[in-house]
């Protein structure tokens, strides 16, 4: 059983920051990959950014150069550092791990950011 929790959603206005954070726990292991995924209303899921194992990163063009995403291994914690924060980056905000030898999918409840112009 792997449950993720996630924190640090909320209402900002335009030019602000947030700063997102998920906490892995239970069966851990072999996490291959922890990323963050938005869902806005009327539209699809999209992929924000990711970090592998190795530490590569990577992003979404809208978001390339405002937000930032990190992990801490000894906490099983990935976080999204989102400055600059845009009215078009409202969304549900989900955390995502794949896990394990043969890769499994994980995913948090989601937490709403409202960017207000």
């Known amino acids: 059983q792997v449950q993720l929790v996630e924190s640090g959603g909320g209402l900002v206005q335009a030019g602000e920051s947030l700063r997102l954070s998920c906490a892995a726990s239970g069966s851990i292991f072999s996490i291959n990959a922890m990323g963050w995924y938005r869902q806005a209303p009327g539209k699809q899921r999209e992929l924000v950014a990711a970090i592998r194992s190795g530490g590569g990163t990577n992003y979404a063009d809208s978001v390339k150069g405002r937000f930032t995403i990190s992990r801490d291994n000894a906490k099983n914690t990935v976080y999204l550092q989102m400055n600059s924060l845009k009215p078009e980056d409202t969304a549900v905000y989900r955390c995502?791990?794949?896990?394990?030898?043969?890769?499994?999918?994980?995913w948090g409840q989601g937490t709403q950011v409202t960017v207000s112009s």
């Open positions: 995502n791990v794949v896990m394990g030898y043969v890769p499994q999918s994980y």
